[in-house]
Structures are given as structure tokens and as C-alpha cells.
């Protein structure tokens, strides 16, 4: 059973920082593709950044240059460090990641609870 645990969220304001982990366990070959996504209330789920396994990174337009995202292959944890967080930043956080379970198994996108981020004054 693969799990995938977030935290790091909490009630900052504006101008703030806040990082947030994601660590997966349970039986896992391969870890590929960790991404963070956002959702408000009665909108879509949003892409905010993803992180290659070898490293690359790609980003919303809305957060580059005050997120990022790095990932720790050895401890199966993606992070998304938040800076100069504005008040539209506020929502439910989600990692996902591309995890193949064996070594002859397609790899399966896996989704964390979420963890809420409020910034606020």
C-alpha cells in the first residue's frame, strides 16, 4: 500500500514563507514524476510546480520565482518551498506522485490528503 503524506501547511501572512513536505511509503520501486497542486474551494484543481526524478522543474506562471519545489530521492520526499506567499496563494495543497509498486508494474499517479495554506493578515 502506497501512502503519500503531506504537512507544512498552517496560517502565515502576506509576505510570509512556508515549506511543505510530502513523503511517500509503503512498497515502492520507483518514484518518477512529484508535483504539488492547489485547489479553493469551487474551483479546479490547479497545477503549481512538478519535479522530474533526475531534477528538472517546472512551474506556474502564478508562483514563479517565489516557489520551489526539490525533492529528496533517498527519503521519497518532495518539497515546496513558498515565499512572498499573497492571499490568492490560499488553498488546499495536494503532492501527487508517479510511483511504479514493482519493477514489471506500470507506474500509477498517487495523490497525498492535502494540507491547507491560508495566508491571511
Known amino acids: 500500500q502506497v501512502q503519500l503524506v503531506e504537512s507544512g501547511g498552517g496560517l502565515v501572512q502576506p509576505g510570509g514563507s512556508l515549506r511543505l513536505s510530502c513523503a511517500a511509503s509503503?512498497?515502492?520501486?520507483?518514484?518518477?514524476?512529484m508535483g504539488w497542486y492547489r485547489q479553493n474551494s469551487g474551483n479546479q484543481r490547479e497545477l503549481v510546480a512538478t519535479?522530474?526524478?533526475?531534477?528538472?522543474?517546472n512551474y506556474a506562471d502564478s508562483v514563479k520565482g517565489r516557489f520551489l519545489i526539490s525533492r529528496d530521492n533517498a527519503k521519497n520526499t518532495v518539497y515546496l518551498q513558498m515565499n512572498s506567499l499573497k492571499p490568492e496563494d490560499t488553498a488546499l495543497y495536494y503532492c501527487?506522485?508517479?510511483?511504479?509498486?514493482?519493477?514489471?508494474?506500470?507506474?500509477?499517479?498517487?495523490w497525498g490528503q492535502g494540507t491547507r495554506v491560508t495566508v491571511s493578515s
Open positions: 519535479i522530474a526524478r533526475a531534477g528538472s522543474t
Open positions: 501527487n506522485a508517479m510511483i511504479q509498486v514493482h519493477s514489471y508494474s506500470s507506474p500509477i499517479i498517487y
Open positions: 509503503g512498497s515502492i520501486s520507483s518514484i518518477y514524476t
